[in-house]
């Protein structure tokens, strides 16, 4: 406690010097330290920003919290993510994330796996009172308790969400959170609170469920370092608050267990220590900017052929439900999670039909909460398991969109590789169903493409789905695979299973006059075009670039300079779509420029939301006869 005093003081400093960038004080919260050092080591800590307290009571060093608040190449994110983010792979601290409660679902992920694993581990998930008030603190409260997982919320209630009074506001006093697992303790008086958080840990380790620990403490600075909280609190509430380590000392003193002096060398050796870790790491390396674009994925996997058994008439439902097996068959880290997935459904599609029958409590159905489905692939994935997680459709994965961009693809970047993510998240895709309407007919590439740190992949025939799977399975990465609704129940007269590596386009057909570059579902469009075409004797070649994350430029580039005409087909939006990124890319050098014989095409779907009637779909999305025109055009220039 007298470090994290001596820290914050110290920190303050720096700020005003113009040697600190930002600051979020923790004082006041002393108390709830408490609760990591009734941890192992082997328990896992989702912290959140106001944590510092609690990584020094986890066994987090001062000097690593000093490179932190500095962003010294050493620091645990290499300077990449703010000073109170600090993490530790070793004493299982995940690192922290800015947007409030998205800690929370990645936690009960980790205390699913711990459950999983029979450990008798437990996971803490901190979060502050404000934050009680989002949605994903329910969802993973919700999931806590219907699997009776051994996770603590320690709510840190200071009363405040920023300038906000959260005292009419947050789900306590609005007597939404249940009496049996809920306990309510003050943890600015120390002594108290001790055998409360005691009991609670204890509680939670025993196998009995969730508990919610609410928590009074104070927060004695502003929301950061930047923050005056006079100006809204008022000076006189400001002096009325109770500062925790002062009242605990007075306690010590007067029950004889320390004297006056005592604390007062205690403080100044604490001083000490915090200034020798600081002047540490100001002589510490700066990051190098050339390190700063590695580790946003990890090394490249070789290519596996999937062990299936070549097959006729097969479709893409059928292989993913047979490479889906021979995953669980290979990996028993591996669980499968999404809505309505078990047995005798078998997902909606038909995916995962007989798995869970085979595979008993590895095939499980989710809520309907996405971003549960996809920040409890987080926590597994942080303890060790393999998730591949299904959505129903993709058009349904906004409100898990916060998990896949804060933590799913960020996570190996701003750990500098200390932590992955290696998770498999697959989904239906695109139109061309009818009636499908403005829900169910998404394809959003641009989208997918635009979070760094997410493969994306958009297979179209059973052999390039299953072998991306496989594929995907052995990544240490996260994968987003979506399956073309139009394509997927298509039978193949003859498919043989063969390794695809992502980042490897596939020639569908071979031509000289216009190169056709398409994924997904209009794959067919293009390959559709140039057969019509080819009666003209217009002779086109079409590329399915099966992964948009990685993209194989160099085919790409390869087939325009045999032909020096250009298309892109894409399904999605024609603002900011991936095909515009693709024409982009060929246009960016002189030599590529100079290759090309027409100005590049681009067909795609008008800007606007796909419409339910059949008919007012087709007239939005991009048709056989848009590719034929487009081609012409190309042609003729």
């Excluded at 890319?585 to 100079?594: L, P, Q, S």
Aim: overall charge negative.
């Amino acid at each position: 406690m007298l470090e994290l005093g001596a820290l914050d003081r110290r920190q303050s400093i720096l700020v005003r010097q113009g040697q600190g960038g930002h600051q979020i004080s923790s004082r006041g919260h002393e108390g709830v330290m408490a609760v990591p050092q009734l941890m192992r080591t082997e328990d896992f800590l989702f912290p959140y920003y106001r944590s510092t307290h609690l990584f020094l009571a986890k066994g987090i060093e001062v000097e690593t919290l000093a490179r932190d608040f500095l962003g010294k190449a050493t620091s645990t994110s290499g300077g990449r993510s703010v000073s109170a983010h600090a993490n530790s792979p070793e004493l299982h601290v995940f690192p922290s994330a800015a947007p409030t409660g998205c800690q929370c679902t990645p936690a009960v992920g980790a205390a699913w796996a711990q459950k999983l694993s029979g450990n008798g581990g437990m996971t803490v998930c901190s979060i502050g009172d404000g934050a009680t008030r989002e949605g994903e603190f329910w969802e993973a409260v919700c999931f806590a308790i219907e699997r009776q997982l051994p996770v603590l919320f320690l709510v840190e209630d200071n009363g405040y969400a920023i300038s906000t009074r959260t005292d009419s506001m947050q789900p306590l006093h609005l007597g939404m959170v249940a009496a049996e697992i809920v306990v309510r303790a003050d943890a600015r008086r120390i002594f108290d609170f001790l055998p409360v958080a005691e009991a609670a840990v204890e509680r939670v380790r025993s196998g009995r469920g969730p508990l919610v620990l609410w928590c009074r403490v104070e927060r004695l600075e502003g929301h950061t370092g930047n923050d005056d909280q006079i100006a809204y609190r008022g000076l006189e509430e400001v002096d009325r608050l109770l500062d925790p380590v002062e009242s605990f000392a007075a306690e010590l003193i007067r029950r004889g267990i320390v004297s006056a002096s005592q604390i007062e060398q205690l403080t100044h050796a604490a001083e000490e220590r915090v200034r020798r870790a600081f002047a540490a790491a100001r002589a510490e390396s700066e990051p190098d900017v050339a390190t700063v674009r590695q580790e946003l994925f990890g090394p490249v996997v070789s290519a596996e052929r999937p062990p299936l058994e070549a097959g006729r008439g097969l479709t893409m439902v059928e292989a993913i439900n047979r490479v889906l097996a021979a995953g669980l068959r290979a990996d028993p880290r591996m669980r499968m999670f999404g809505q309505d997935i078990e047995d005798p459904k078998g997902g909606v599609f038909g995916f995962t039909k007989g798995l869970s029958s085979v595979f008993g409590g590895r095939v499980l159905n989710a809520p309907i909460a996405e971003a549960t489905i996809i920040g409890a692939a987080v926590g597994l994935a942080a303890a060790g398991f393999r998730p591949v997680f299904e959505l129903q459709f993709v058009d349904f994965i906004t409100p898990g969109f916060d998990q896949l961009v804060s933590q799913v693809a960020s996570l190996r970047w701003r750990t500098c590789g200390a932590w992955t993510c290696p998770m498999v998240l697959y989904a239906p895709y695109g139109a061309y169903v009818p009636s499908g309407g403005l829900w169910h007919s998404q394809s959003n590439d641009g989208w997918w493409c635009h979070i760094p740190g997410l493969r994306v992949a958009i297979p179209s025939t059973p052999a390039d789905v299953a072998g991306l799977f496989w594929s995907a399975f052995r990544d240490q990465d996260p994968s987003l695979i979506l399956i073309p609704k139009h394509l997927f129940r298509v039978r193949h007269d003859a498919v043989e299973f063969g390794a695809v590596p992502f980042g490897k386009a596939r020639v569908c057909r071979t031509g000289d006059a216009v190169t056709v570059v398409s994924w997904g579902n209009v794959r067919d469009l293009a390959e559709q075009a140039a057969t019509r075409l080819a009666a003209e004797g217009i002779s086109v070649e079409v590329l399915d670039l099966r992964t948009l994350v990685p993209c194989d430029w160099e085919a790409i580039e390869t087939s325009v300079a045999k032909t020096g005409r250009l298309v892109v087909v894409h399904e999605d939006n024609r603002t900011c779509g991936f095909g515009g990124t693709v024409i982009t890319e060929m246009v960016k050098t002189n030599e590529r420029f100079e290759r090309l014989a027409a100005p590049p095409r681009l067909v795609a779907r008008e800007d606007i939301h796909i419409p339910f009637h059949p008919r007012l779909e087709e007239s939005v999305l991009p048709s056989v006869e848009d590719v034929v025109r487009a081609v012409r055009e190309t042609v003729e220039y």
